[in-house]
């Protein structure tokens, strides 16, 4: 406060040391600077025009943010009888799984097949 105090007083010293024809001067270029900038302002309806556009702007942002965090409700949905191909890749990868397909023992699956189910069908 006391800075903008000696400010003002050492502004208001040195405007009354200007002669009357300087300041004379001096305000009609601030007067004609405040008339210009009065002018250049763009009207109300230049910047209404804009609003179309900065909306459309905002509701495509707003789409990208809801579908970009948007969470999956759970697991996709498999089709009956399809195996998922991460497991078989699993399955693939693992070295015990391929020691039992070379050890096959056809006989014992063909027999699980044949033993009836939990409700009494047979699976054959």
Known sequence: MDFERRARAVLEEDVLRIDGRIRSRLNQARQAAVAEAARRRPAL?????????????????????????????????????????????????????LELIEGWDGSFYEWAVDQPDVSGETNG
Do not use: I
Not at 60 to 69: D, F, K, R, Y
């Open 45 to 97: 309806w230049r910047s209404f025009a804009l609003m179309p556009t900065a909306g459309a702007v905002a509701a495509a942002l707003l789409l990208t943010t809801v579908l970009w965090h948007r969470q999956p409700q759970g697991e996709l949905p498999v089709a009956e009888g399809v195996h998922s191909t991460v497991e078989d890749l699993d399955l693939l990868a693992d070295g015990e799984g």
